[in-house]
């Protein structure tokens, strides 16, 4: 698939936290779709502006790909993999364009609740358990703190119960989870929120004019909702 040079198709979760509120966000905009029958692709009817539903994961990737010209997505996610695309290809594919008021949460590091927490050289040695290798990797590294890190793709949170890891580093927003498993949040790598991504280099073609006209009305969405 190749994104469409006089449409624009922007990336939005399927399913989960950051769904519905992308929709309605995108809907104040003043964007209205035809849905397809399989429910991924949805067809822009007020703007040539379409959606693709898929998992957020997927969503950086899609626009490094053309595939999609826009996505909406954690920062969080957009941080870990042009993290890892810098390390692997040395340049960025994706950035912020803004950020977007919904989704907060923080990735934080969590240790037992009943250590005593005195700063990052405390995990020297020890193994922490993430779904963020890229962010906990270089974050130990700006702290000059030498700790094993445990990739897990899900329930990182039980990692230490089971045995798996000594600490984690995971997103928190209440913290509920945390506590239902004895863990307590220490130090905060990132603060994230959902955030509109996008290419490095702005668009040459037709595409300039669509983007710049939802840049705009955004703009004006999110100061009105503050
Ligand atoms: P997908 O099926 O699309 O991969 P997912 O399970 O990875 O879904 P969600 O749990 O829906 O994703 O979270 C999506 C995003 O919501 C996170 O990447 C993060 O930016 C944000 N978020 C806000 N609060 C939290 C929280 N307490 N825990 C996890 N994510 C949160
Ligand atoms: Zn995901």
């Given amino acids: 698939v190749q994104g469409g040079r006089d449409r624009l198709r922007i990336a939005i979760q399927k399913s989960g936290r950051l769904a519905d509120p992308a929709r309605a966000l995108l809907t104040s905009c003043g964007l209205s779709w ?7 692709f949805c067809y822009g009817e007020s703007l040539p502006i379409d959606l693709l539903l898929v998992r957020d994961d997927d969503i950086p990737g899609l626009i490094r790909d053309g595939v999609c010209d826009l996505g909406v997505v954690g920062r969080n996610v957009l941080a870990e993999q042009d993290i890892a695309l810098r390390r692997d290809q040395g340049a960025s594919a994706f950035r912020e364009w803004r950020s977007l008021g919904f989704g907060g949460c923080r990735l934080s590091i969590a240790i037992p609740e009943t250590w005593e927490w005195s700063g990052a ?5 020890l193994r922490i358990a993430t779904s963020y290798p890229a962010i906990l990797g270089d974050w130990l590294r700006e702290q000059g ?6 990739e897990l793709s899900g329930s990182v949170e039980i990692a230490p119960k089971l045995g798996q890891a000594d600490a984690i580093c ?3 927003s209440s913290g509920a989870t945390l506590a239902a498993n004895q863990l307590k949040p220490t130090v905060t790598l990132l603060e994230s929120e959902a955030v509109l991504a996008g290419p490095v280099k702005p668009f040459e073609d037709s595409r300039a004019a669509l983007a710049e006209l939802l840049l705009r009305r955004l703009d004006g969405v999110l100061r009105m909702r503050h």
């Fill in 121 to 125: 050289a405390q995990l020297a040695g």
């Fill in 34 to 40: 035809r849905e397809s029958r399989d429910r991924l």
């Fill in 145 to 150: 703190v030498d700790a094993g890190v445990v």
């Fill in 170 to 172: 995971d997103l928190v």
